[in-house]
């Protein structure tokens, strides 16, 4: 669950460099220092993303599952840097840098998530974890939508080619279908937790934003964008209100990371002290068990010893 807790910010901040990656493909200079600061912040949690993946080894009593899923995970940090060059150097087109950066480092970081538990019997914890997880696959599929939005409104003119198109209303149905899977799993004020904190203006303007997009900037819409639209579209509203709203995500996603964090460690204090009331009783029986052959015995010689002596005299 300290892995997990450290995998929660690597997540987030690769979503930021995925998404300013797939950005830059329509202008790199507009997006070029959000992008290094994104990759900055990407380096700082992967260096302890690192660190902790190395503990996580079968020798330490790790399952063999969590063992293979933190050796992926360093895979795709150590790929990072390649990644990054190849997404500068050769051009890569905006779908292979969304397909690499979401299947390598991404879902591979997420997928840690489902291992968190497995064989612990806390229904809490377990209830957390599977509602984790589908939060995460949320959040990633608005980040996919801040990709998309944000390549769309940053081409000259502004539009959404027919791939992005489809991309941003199959990421919208992605998340409709997480957002569905984590409150079936969620507790009803970790629901109210989501609902209360994931709104607000910028929530709302995000949504308008991609409402405006998907009508205005598709290959077959012959509107042109009024100032208002225009104003409402531009790539700093845009990156923005999608980048706020998705803060948002991350926060209920790191509090409930932080849940998690707590019932383990309610349930590693909970086995230390059935361990410990185990080995007391244990020791305490082993105590009675030497008395009880100690008071049999002396039972048994004290008979013989008088014996003897009666003998003897004889």
Not at 80 to 103: C, G, H, K, N, W
Not at 214 to 242: E, G, I, K, Y
Request: hydrophobic share 45%; glycine share 4%; net charge negative.
């Amino acid at each position: 669950t300290e892995f997990n807790n450290a995998l929660i910010t690597y997540i987030g901040a690769a979503e930021a460099e995925r998404d300013y990656s797939v950005a830059s493909t329509a202008n790199r200079t507009a997006f070029s220092a959000r992008l290094k600061a994104a990759q900055h912040a990407t380096d700082s949690a992967a260096t302890q993303v690192s660190a902790l993946a190395a503990g996580i080894t079968a020798g330490g009593g790790y399952q063999p599952d969590a063992v293979q899923a933190a050796q992926d995970i360093q895979v795709g940090v150590e790929t990072l840097p390649l990644l990054r060059d190849a997404v500068t150097e050769t051009q890569f087109p905006s779908s292979a840098i969304m397909q690499v950066y979401t299947v390598n480092i991404i879902q591979t970081a997420s997928a840690f998530t489902s291992v968190v538990g497995n064989e612990v019997t806390n229904t809490d914890l377990q209830r957390d974890v599977t509602a984790l997880s589908a939060l995460l696959q949320a959040q990633d599929a608005y980040s996919v939508q801040r990709a998309l939005m944000l390549r769309g409104v940053s081409s000259q003119p502004p539009s959404l080619q027919p791939d992005d198109y489809a991309s941003l209303q199959q990421a919208q149905q992605q998340q409709k279908a997480d957002l569905a899977n984590f409150k079936a799993a969620a507790s009803l004020a970790q629901q109210e937790n989501y609902d209360n904190t994931v709104t607000g203006p910028a929530v709302d303007g995000a949504a308008l934003q991609e409402s405006n997009a998907l009508a205005l900037l598709n290959s077959s819409a012959q509107h042109a964008l009024t100032p208002a639209n225009a104003r409402t579209l531009a790539p700093a509203n845009v990156d923005a209100d999608m980048s706020a709203t998705l803060g948002k995500v991350q926060q209920v996603s790191a509090e409930l990371a932080g849940n998690v964090c707590a019932l383990a460690d309610t349930s590693r204090n909970n086995a230390t002290r059935s361990l410990l009331i185990t080995s007391l009783v244990a020791l305490v029986l082993l105590i009675l068990a030497l008395l009880i052959s100690t008071l049999v015995a002396r039972s048994l010689t004290r008979p013989l010893r008088k014996l003897r002596a009666d003998a003897l005299d004889v």
